[in-house]
């Protein structure tokens, strides 16, 4: 298994990554079928990426397949530069396995060498496996979103968590 941050070849395959994560799960944002990407969307996502100090994405390779990726989302805002937004997912074949564990730790030494102070995501609280990786992995609740999402019909909450940094002082 290689961690590694995406490369703009990566961009078709990226897109299938996402594509296909989104048909597996029932707690990402976009229900299947609704994300409208291209390639070049994706392409010009990566390159946008590339030249942000404070965005990344990378990906979990396994015989030259993407199984899984980590979004990571830099503010734009001088006071908020320091903090990112995480979005993650994996393959469900691959879900279990060690990858999300992984994928956080590469993160975490980027974040440290990028001056990131504050790491943030939101996860439906239902999802306990998210909440479990994410839990040891250092994330505390910070709070929850009511209804924040609407899933097969019903009212989902969220939790908003984060973890701090230490070494990603500004």
Known sequence: MKIREVDISDAENLVNLILQVEKESEYMLMEPSERQ??????AQRIESFQ????????????DSQLVGYLFVVGGLARRTAHSVYLV????KDFRGLGIGTKLF?????????HNIHRLELTVVTRNEAGVGLYKKMGFEIEGRKQH???INGEFVDEYYMAKLILGGQV
């Open 105 to 113: 730790q590469q993160l975490e030494e980027w974040a440290v060498v």
């Open 37 to 42: 990407l291209t390639v070049e969307q994706q």
């Open 51 to 62: 030249k942000s100090h404070n965005s990344t994405i990378f990906v979990a390779e396994k």
């Open 88 to 91: 993650i997912g994996i393959l």
């Open 148 to 150: 924040s999402l609407l």
